[in-house]
């Protein structure tokens, strides 16, 4: 009896943990030379302009980041973020973060959080909310981080993670979202242009 209960404990924590970290979105995931969807729809950024991705994307293409303030996941890829700004901006794309967490506006991800989360860490980039998760849906996103990288006819050129390590830059082997903006705008393939999403579940709205 003991055996049967200490079983049932740890199956009721693995599906704790599995959730945690899953999202079912009701969109169905973008693939590979799929458009970018619902470029023109408004979001509200910490700077308290609006924004939209056709206004956001550069000569080149336009990199789409959903975040959020409450993942650890976020928190150890973050110290990231300005050099793939950098590179974005050198590279003529666009680059915009999206915090999609809906379920989560009165736990950290509301937008006074955000405007605190973006000048404690110094974003100089649009860090946006996708009110509703609205993007995420339609992007079939389920992650925070997740990068979306579109070319400059708005066709998905590399979607997933931004490299193979979030604990530790230095020992990063791959760095899979800056070799794919490179390739992309020197009209290379891109190899791979779809790696696993490690991170925390998006938290859709009920």
Known sequence: MKSKKLLLSVFVLAALVLAAFTAQPTGEALQIGDKAPLTDVEMLGVSG???????????????????????????????????IADLAEELGIGFIVLNPNARY?????????????????????PYVVDKDAQLATAFGATKTPEAFLFNNEMLLAYHGAIDDNAKNPAQVEQHFLADAMKRMVAGETIDPNETRSIGCGIKFPK
């Open 49 to 83: 302009e609006t924004f939209t991705l056709e206004g956001i994307a550069g000569e080149n293409g336009l990199l789409v980041m959903y975040s959020c303030n409450t993942c650890p996941w976020v928190e150890a890829w973050e110290d990231r973020y300005p050099g």
């Open 105 to 125: 506006r009165e736990r950290g991800d509301g937008y006074e959080d955000m405007k605190e989360r973006a000048k404690k860490m110094g974003y100089d980039f």
